[in-house]
């Protein structure tokens, strides 16, 4: 059984459709990049996954669990699945330490007083330990970016998703949060990404996909995808983001 | 014109008895005020058609037209209804309904400021609406409506003076008693506003300190 499976999945805003049929499947372990252009239904699909977004047809099974808004056990399904966001969504009036806690103590997954180690502990994995005072605004994007990694993973996800996490960065610090991302990928945690950054998609994933028009056009191992596109679409558009 | 405090004195119980009404009225009023603004700020935020018209109009109604008369309609016109109020009660309820007023549009301000992204990011992180609202939305939005809604609480224990028109016994109520027994007008309105400036000064340091402890976070300028 496949960790995410995505059967034929709809979703429309108001009249128009933005996805148009998704199936796709991720197994334990994998790396899924899927690109594409804007428009093309990339995030929308993301926010699928964990409910986010309502879908209007198909179904999406996590774990072998139905994915719906309304599920009575959607807030525990939420905390196997982490989501880091581009603009990264910390929260402004908690320290980094209570950033990464609060989730954790709220909803009983580790004592009160264990919660100061967990949140060393995960920051150590970012590379942020010695930030565990600060403020979110006293942080860089980058900083940012990693701290709200490092608050996914003190739930300690069985799934990780990315939504363009590094196209709010400044051009410099891209490199540090896609080696926390790498590091991740070697530890073994399944991740599906949205991105923009095509050397990951190359170098990193185990599995590409390309959605175009709210349909996966094509899906593959990247290296071949990469190589030898079979349709005109991913061909102009892998020459587009050269 | 010579001026004589002395007389003022023997009526220093007196004072003291109309500023803690004067307090208890804002006390009231402001608590009173508070809950319907929260209330009234998630239903016409998130309530059915209807409640967000009745709460539309309700503010409109009350932000509009003077804070005297609505006193007055309720002290001198609903006992014509059968429910007839005594004056500081009737105070109490047409000030609250007043603040509250004010209270809903501050609040619902202070919530529409929070940006969606983050309750999708307490959402995501598997917290209940009630634990995104109590530990990511309130100190955000506080902070965003504290100067408006701390001088609207000024603007409140200011307009408490209002309900001497009805005879309810605050400060200023207070004040005009003595007047009448000392005729020293002077002193008298004089002391009596070195008190209502006294009890802002003294909110205003109590809100300063609340302020301190509360909003720690840097903000981006």
Same mark, same amino acid.
């Given at each position: 059984m496949a960790l995410v499976e995505i059967r034929d999945v709809h979703?429309?805003?108001?009249?128009?459709?933005?996805? #148009?049929?998704?199936?796709?499947?991720?197994? #334990?372990?994998?790396i899924v990049t899927i690109i594409g252009r804007s428009g093309s239904g990339k995030s929308t699909l993301l926010r699928c996954i964990n409910a986010l977004e309502t879908i209007n047809g198909g179904e999406i099974r996590i774990e072998g669990e139905r994915i719906a808004a309304d599920m009575p056990n959607l807030r525990q399904l939420r905390q196997r699945v982490g989501i880091v966001f581009q603009a990264f969504n910390l929260f402004p009036h908690l320290t980094v330490e209570r950033n990464i806690t609060l989730a954790p103590v709220l909803t009983g997954k580790i004592a009160k007083d264990k919660a100061r180690d967990?949140?060393?502990?995960?920051?150590?994995?970012?590379?942020? @330990?010695?930030?565990?005072? @600060?403020w979110p605004e006293q942080l860089s994007g980058g900083q940012q970016q990693r701290v709200a990694i490092a608050r996914c993973l003190a739930m300690s996800p069985h799934l990780m998703l990315f939504d363009e996490v590094t196209s709010a960065l400044d051009p410099e610090l891209v490199g540090e949060v896609l080696k926390v991302m790498e590091d991740m990928a070697r530890q073994g945690m399944t991740m599906i990404l949205v991105t923009h950054e095509m050397g990951f998609a190359r170098?990193?994933?185990? #599995?590409?996909?390309?959605?175009h028009q709210g349909r996966v056009w094509e899906q593959g191992k990247p290296a071949e995808l990469f190589a030898d596109p079979r349709t005109p679409e991913l061909r102009n558009f892998i020459s587009s983001v050269k | 014109m010579t001026l004589n405090f002395s007389q003022l004195w023997r009526y220093d119980d007196l004072l003291l008895h109309g500023a803690l009404l004067t307090l208890l009225l804002t006390v009231i009023a402001a608590v009173a005020g508070t809950l319907i603004g929260v209330c009234g700020a998630v239903l016409v935020r998130g309530g059915p058609r209807p409640v967000r018209w009745a709460i539309r109009g309700y503010i409109e109604v009350i932000r509009n037209t003077p804070a005297?008369?609505?006193?007055?309609?309720?002290?001198?016109?609903?006992?014509?209804?059968?429910? =007839?109020?005594?004056?500081?009660?009737?105070?109490a309820v047409a000030l609250s309904i007043y603040f509250g007023a004010y209270a809903i549009e501050i609040i619902r301000a202070g919530l529409d400021a929070i940006p969606r992204a983050q309750l999708e990011a307490g959402e995501c992180l598997g917290l209940t609406r009630w634990q995104v609202f109590r530990h990511i939305v309130f100190l955000p939005a !506080? =902070?965003?409506i504290y100067p408006s809604f701390t001088?609207?609480?000024? /603007?409140? !224990? /200011?307009?408490?003076? /209002?309900?001497?028109?009805?005879?309810?016994?605050?400060?200023?109520h207070t004040g005009g008693f003595i007047d009448s027994r000392t005729f020293r007008s002077f002193e008298v309105y004089a002391v009596v506003c070195a008190i209502y400036f006294a009890l802002v000064m003294a909110f205003k340091l109590v809100f300063a300190g609340l302020q301190r402890l509360m909003f =720690?976070?840097?903000?981006?300028?």
């Open positions: 979703k429309s805003f108001g009249d128009v459709e933005v996805l #148009k049929g998704i199936t796709l499947d991720v197994e #334990k372990g994998d967990l949140a060393r502990d995960v920051l150590a994995r970012v590379g942020l @330990a010695e930030k565990i005072d @600060a170098t990193v994933a185990t #599995k590409l996909v390309f959605m | 005297l008369i609505q006193l007055f309609i309720i002290f001198f016109v609903l006992p014509s209804l059968g429910l =007839r109020l005594p004056p500081f009660e009737a105070a !506080l =902070r965003t001088s609207q609480f000024v /603007l409140l !224990l /200011l307009g408490t003076s /209002l309900a001497s028109q009805v005879s309810a016994e605050e400060l200023f =720690r976070w840097p903000v981006r300028r």
